[in-house]
């Protein structure tokens, strides 16, 4: 092959690269269907944040998502160019919505609620309760970090921007849970006792077995129960419940449950003899073992012993430690939305934002948008044409005109 043909084929491969990176990006349907995930799980993330704390945002959540839900549509369609473009437009807002939420409230939140635990925290001079409000400032720090490149960042790199803000108020609230950590590690060992009471009267609540027994019992008979043996509190159970009429529907759920019998009689052994552990280190102040064996038997474990801890500071049941001073004013109970966002829970008080969307968002017309982008194409590129078209005739007119009038002078002459 000669230079000739080496330069023609390099000239035609150039031509067929640059004509195409333009429509690169929205005609791959893998790129474009990517982009639609990644893009869905930015929504679904936002959702409890603005649900929890910003419903003066609902309007620019809206807007982000009704972009995203016609990209949706779009690339039902195969129309990945519209598809891309509409992705592109929901990053864009979804960018500053995050970048308001981190900044207002997640930074702002998370430093308040540092900075208003922290004089009892200290004052406790519990070596636990100290990490975790260090850990908690620290997280808040690594926040701050993530914000800032967010914010400092390409200006159209959308996305990248959204995985730091994303980062950011993960750190905001891993930093809340720390502090709410550390509150109740600053409590003194009979308020840690009353604490673990309430959050086994919750479970109990809720139709969980564990540590039942052990519920509502003065100092006295709560040793009592703990020297009892299993035979002994089977013996108590079935004169207890030998005295109570039974209704039809728990005999039909005893039938039920005869074919597993000896399963449930062995694990209620199991949970009998670690109820009695749990019991005896709550009662001897070694909370962390206690801890170790009530993780087995309660889900979400942080989560509801920071809720009891929560319940019993704002009702008053406190009895030592952090309650003196400044904490006495605090409002407890507003740390709940807090701890469920910490957790991307939403009240039930309070309808997932998302849902309400449902019936707000349209379906754009294709063949508008298409009539719009062609408009918008004639007024940049084709007017200009079409005004040096119409100027044409006018030229030619003048020059005709001057053409005969030099005619006549020649003719004078």
Partial sequence: MNRGSQARLILLVSVFLFSTTSVFPYSDQTTTERILKENRRFVEFINPCVTNFADDKKEDFLKA????????????????????KRVY??????????????????????????????????RSKNKRARLYLTLGYRDRTVSWVHYT???????KLYSYKLYKYVDAIKMARRSKRYAFLALFESQNTETKRKIYTQLCKSESDSGSKYMVRFVDLNDQDYI???????????KAEKARSQGQPKKEADKAAVDAYGSAAYEAKVVKRVRFRNETRAARYLINGEFDMAEDLMR????????????????????GGKGGGAETGGAAKIDYATYKIHLLDNYTRIPFTKKSMLDTFVDLVKVEDDITLKDKERGAEAVTGGDAGKKESAAEPDKKEGTAIKTEEKKEEKQKQ
């Fill in 296 to 315: 087995e038997y309660i889900d979400d474990f942080n989560f509801k012993l920071i809720t009891a801890t929560f319940d019993l500071l704002s009702a």
């Fill in 224 to 234: 009592n129960e703990m020297g009892k043996t299993y035979e002994e509190h089977e």
């Fill in 65 to 84: 998502y009704g972009k995203h839900f016609n990209a949706d549509v779009a690339y039902l369609q195969s129309d990945y160019r519209r598809a891309y």
């Fill in 89 to 122: 437009s929901s990053q864009g807002d979804m960018e500053k919505l995050y970048r308001d939420l981190v900044k207002n409230y997640y930074l702002e939140d998370s430093k308040t609620i540092l900075d208003r635990l922290a004089p009892d925290i200290i």
């Fill in 149 to 155: 490149v967010a914010d400092a960042s390409n200006p």
